[in-house]
């Protein structure tokens, strides 16, 4: 049994921070790399972070320098601190593997990040 629940979003002034929790449930997510992915209205998903099971992290040009990913102890559990956050970071945010086998990949509902002034 596999599954993902995001939460900690919220509506955010710019400048502002908050911090996403993943919970990631099975084995397969504790192996392998995990990615923080946003989708904005009418636009397609993007990876914004990634981070290896050893605690290699990875992070987009946009969010470069604003954003940290990071994992719990026992690496089923994954963090998105963002700071300083623009009004292009609202969408909706998600957790899931970096790298996808095949199709059929499942998704958790995301969290709603809104930063409006």
């Known amino acids: 049994q596999v599954q993902l629940v995001e939460s900690g979003g919220g509506l955010v002034q710019p400048g502002g921070s908050l911090r996403l929790s993943c919970a990631a449930s099975?084995?397969?997510?504790?192996?392998?790399?995990m990615g923080w992915y946003r989708q904005a209205p009418g636009k397609q998903r993007e990876l914004v972070a990634s981070?290896?099971?050893?605690?290699?992290?990875n992070y987009a040009d946009s969010i470069k320098g604003r954003f940290t990913i990071s994992r719990g102890n026992g690496k089923n559990t994954v963090y998105l601190q963002m700071n300083s956050l623009k009004p292009e970071d609202t969408a909706v945010y998600y957790c899931?593997?970096?790298?996808?086998?095949?199709?059929?990949?499942?998704w958790g509902q995301g969290s709603q990040v809104t930063v409006s002034s």
């Open positions: 981070i290896t099971s050893g605690g290699v992290t």
């Open positions: 099975g084995n397969i997510f504790s192996l392998n790399a």
């Open positions: 899931n593997l970096r790298f996808f086998i095949g199709p059929g990949e499942s």
